[in-house]
């Protein structure tokens, strides 16, 4: 099992310009997440799924759009880029059940926005 | 949403001693308390997590602390060794359905373990 994989590791966008991070786990995980992590501010959570089809606002979510077509994939969508986007960006996911379980990330995505 | 406060931000210890991380939450509600470990260039892994009804809980050197009534909960390191150096972060989150699979972080504690 691959886990989570995040694609790519690194990436600088110029102002404006629009990206997607790939975020792609194997587990069979219903709940995914996009978490950005800044220096002394830890990770705040950007958008959530809960399963294919369904996705909710986080903390931080201005500047961003997900959607989750399939349960293996969900994609994070810069429509245009900021220099505060720039930021390391953390994929996770964990099993569905009645109860909080283990969240399994990714290697993370450096962006730089200059 | 929870509110989740962490301390020191950086800890140094000479090897062998123990180390001691704390972390309080505002949410009376937040039922799942788990401490991750973020190595230089990699994602958060889980060590340990606990459960509100737990009041402690050990694996090897690594054991939590639980205290509800006052909403904090610690982390602490024992006979800690150079490889146990990394950035460690608490959560916090009720199990209720609108939350199941969100996790609310503290701000990180940058652990250095001198040799």
């Known amino acids: ?114 | 949403g929870e509110n989740v406060e962490q301390h020191p931000s950086t800890l140094s210890v000479q090897e062998g001693d123990s180390a001691v991380i704390k972390c309080t939450y505002s949410d009376s509600a937040s039922n799942y308390f788990p401490w991750y470990k973020q190595e230089l260039g990699k994602g958060p892994q889980l060590i340990i997590d606990i459960r509100s009804n737990v009041g402690e809980k050990k694996d090897q050197r690594i054991a939590v602390t639980l205290n509800k009534t006052a909403k904090h909960f610690s982390l602490h390191i024992t006979e800690t060794q150079p490889e146990d150096s990394a950035v460690y972060f608490c959560a916090a989150t009720p199990d209720r359905g609108s939350t199941l699979g969100r996790l609310y972080f503290g701000r990180g504690t940058q652990l250095t373990v001198w040799p």
């Open chain 1, 1 to 114: 099992n691959a886990g989570v994989t995040q694609t790519p590791k690194f990436q600088v966008l110029k102002t404006g310009q629009s990206m997607t991070l790939q975020c792609a786990q194997d587990m069979n995980h219903e709940y995914m997440s996009w978490y950005r992590q800044d220096p002394g501010m830890g990770l705040r959570l950007i958008h959530y799924s809960v399963g294919a089809g369904i996705t909710d606002q986080g903390e931080v979510p201005n500047g961003y759009n997900v959607s989750r077509s399939t349960t293996e994939d969900f994609p994070l969508r810069l429509l245009s880029a900021a220099p505060s986007q720039t930021s390391v960006y953390f994929c996770a996911s964990s099993y569905r059940g009645t109860e909080n379980t283990e969240a399994f990330f990714g290697q993370g995505t450096r962006l730089t926005v200059v």
